[in-house]
């Protein structure tokens, strides 16, 4: 396709009043959305162990998913997760090409799902959205815009105050809702930022947020090839395309009449016909509408649907290529990795160090000492109180800056000493292990090296 649909000849903003077919796809499509509106307003709201079920916290550093939470200590656990989206992204993208647009993501479902769904109750069908914005300035056109406006500022208010939530928790944003404004200048004027935000995207950007702003049009162009299944129209049966006559026969043509529902339903504006373009978003749109066109014609059904170039052009079925075999293999092994390190990730981290530079010390009562430093975080949801405790019943611990109490994810530093027998010192420098202790269980156990004299 050379042109894009939402910009006329002139480079002026072409508008697009996309018809709706409510087919099978399209009831599946619904079910879905449902199931995400639900889970999106009321994710802020849901505990697990005391925690959201989900919370990117930037500005305080503090990241929870599923109950459990996350600091800036467990970054690696975020570059590795990052890495099994993208290769997960990646392989989706070459097996189904951009059915996540179309299926999943939040604009898509905030604007035809939502906005649109709004826009067509109070305006009417595409037809009647046309001519009331081509019309004059009639009571009818203000009172029909000014509610549609207002229902859109309420929805994008209700979205920012949800998104809000996710960033800085439930109980701070019902702060925000209740206090006066001066104590939450800041909060107060985010909401009102992303309000404004939102309600720009659903009634003024709209589809170009899909065919301009997102690059991952762009990114499925470079991945997919011949054996990606995507939303396409079957041309060998098709073509030659024409005009049904009145008796319903279309000697020497294909099934497609050229009826043009396929385009007038698609909320980008490209006909599917020309091939795969960046802007399909694989939103099935035309299949439910193709669909309807061929039962009512008494003709096989699916002329546009989920198919392959070399399901069309070679009648072969679909199948996993070795380059798909590949990305499957990176994003297991990628999943194990991550699953192992989330598994095994302690509540208490903990780095002891002897102090550099520092020789050991002969104590009283035939001691030998070396002065450790170590740094104690608290990755756990609750406050912690901990001690460190030699595994050798024969050694001692003694504090110089004792630990204390720990916030949850704060961290405190500890310098102590560590006495051991010297009767018990056979070589320069000896293997010690210390317990992380938290009332009376074991956190971490910690091997460390003492130096101290020989003993002949």
């Known amino acids: 396709m050379d042109t894009n649909a939402t910009v006329a000849a002139r480079a002026k903003r072409q ?21 995400y509106l639900i889970l999106f307003f009321a994710g802020p709201f849901i505990r697990i162990n005391g925690q959201p079920a989900l919370l990117l916290n930037f500005m305080e550093r503090k990241f929870v998913l599923l109950g459990q939470v996350f600091w800036p200590q467990d970054i690696f656990l975020f570059v590795l997760a990052t890495l099994v989206f993208v290769v997960f992204v990646t392989l989706f993208t070459i097996a189904f090409g951009r059915i996540f647009c179309g299926w999943i993501c939040p604009q898509t479902i ?17 037809n009647r959205r046309r001519k009331l914005d081509a019309g004059p300035w009639t009571n009818e056109k203000l009172l029909k815009k000014s509610a549609k406006h207002l ?11 949800t998104f809000l939530a996710y960033v800085i928790g439930s109980d701070n944003l019902l702060e925000i809702m209740t206090r006066p404004v001066a104590m939450h200048v800041a909060g107060f004027a985010g909401i009102w930022v992303f309000t404004v935000v939102f309600y720009l995207v659903y009634s003024q950007v709209r589809e170009l947020v899909c065919t301009v702003i997102c690059p991952y049009g762009r990114l499925q162009g470079v991945l997919i090839d011949k054996d990606t299944v995507v939303v396409a129209y079957n041309d060998t049966r098709g073509e030659p395309r024409g005009k049904l006559r009145r008796d319903k026969k279309q000697s020497g043509l294909g099934d497609c009449v050229d009826c043009n529902l396929c385009v007038a339903v698609c909320p980008t504006g490209i006909d599917i016909r020309k091939g795969t373009q960046l802007e399909c978003i694989n939103c099935t749109a035309c299949i439910d509408a193709c669909n309807d066109v061929m039962a009512k014609i008494n003709k096989p059904l699916n002329l546009i649907g989920y198919y392959s170039e070399n399901m069309i052009s070679e009648k072969q079925k679909p199948s996993i290529t070795w380059r798909m075999t590949g990305y499957y293999a990176v994003m297991i092994i990628l999943i194990g990795v991550l699953s192992w390190f989330i598994f095994s990730r302690s509540d208490l981290d903990i780095t002891i160090m002897r102090s550099a530079g520092m020789l050991y010390q002969e104590q009283p009562g035939g001691y030998v000492s070396n002065i450790y430093n170590a740094e104690i975080i608290n990755k756990s949801n609750q406050r912690q109180q901990i001690t460190i405790q030699p595994q050798d019943a024969a050694v ?16 405190i530093k500890v310098v102590f000493f560590v006495m051991k027998p010297a009767a018990s010192i056979n070589t320069p420098k000896t293997t010690i292990k210390l317990n992380l202790v938290s009332g009376k269980r074991v956190i971490e156990t910690v091997s460390t090296s003492f130096v101290g004299p020989v003993n002949n």
């Open 110 to 126: 905030f604007m035809e799902m939502v906005f649109r769904r709004i826009e067509i109750w109070i305006e009417g069908d595409a």
């Open 15 to 35: 508008w697009l009043y996309p018809a709706l077919r409510k087919g099978k796809l399209y009831r599946w499509r619904s079910a879905i959305s449902y199931l």
């Open 396 to 411: 001692k611990v003694k504090y110089i800056q004792a630990p204390a109490i720990i916030a949850s994810g704060g961290a």
């Open 151 to 161: 229902i859109f500022i309420l929805l994008s208010f209700l979205i920012a105050n």
